[in-house]
Nanobody, 120 residues
Framework: QVQLVESGGGLVQPGGSLRLSCAAS????????MRWYRQAPGKQRELVAA???????NYANSLKGRFTISRDNAKNTVYLQMNSLKPEDTAVYSC??????????????WGQGTQVTVSS
């Protein structure tokens, strides 16, 4: 069984920074694209950023320049560096990854989410 576990969320003041991590563990053959999503109260979940196994990245237009996605393939971990945080960035942030397990095709797996609250 493969698990995705996020960490790094918390309370931060406007203008501050946080770095989220999401580590995949279990029997993993390979991981293709890894993504960060977020969902604010009363709003639909939105894609924040994505990164392929080769390092190509894609961001929500509204977040370019403030958020940076990266990954460590050796550690099966994806990161989200969030700078200049605003109250409207408050949300539950979840990671998603296309994971191949031995003997299986790729499946999209989700972490449990981590709360990010931006408030003074």
């Amino acid at each position: 069984q493969v698990q995705l576990v996020e960490s790094g969320g918390g309370l931060v003041q406007p203008g501050g920074s946080l770095r989220l991590s999401c580590a995949a563990s279990g029997r993993i053959a390979s991981i293709n694209t890894m993504r960060w999503y977020r969902q604010a109260p009363g709003k639909q979940r939105e894609l924040v950023a994505a990164i392929t196994s080769g390092g190509s990245t894609n961001y929500a237009n509204s977040l370019k320049g403030r958020f940076t996605i990266s990954r460590d393939n050796a550690k099966n971990t994806v990161y989200l560096q969030m700078n200049s945080l605003k109250p409207e960035d408050t949300a539950v942030y979840s990671c998603n990854a296309d994971v191949e397990q031995p003997g299986y095709t790729y499946r999209a797996l989700w972490g449990q989410g981590t709360q990010v609250t931006v408030s003074s």
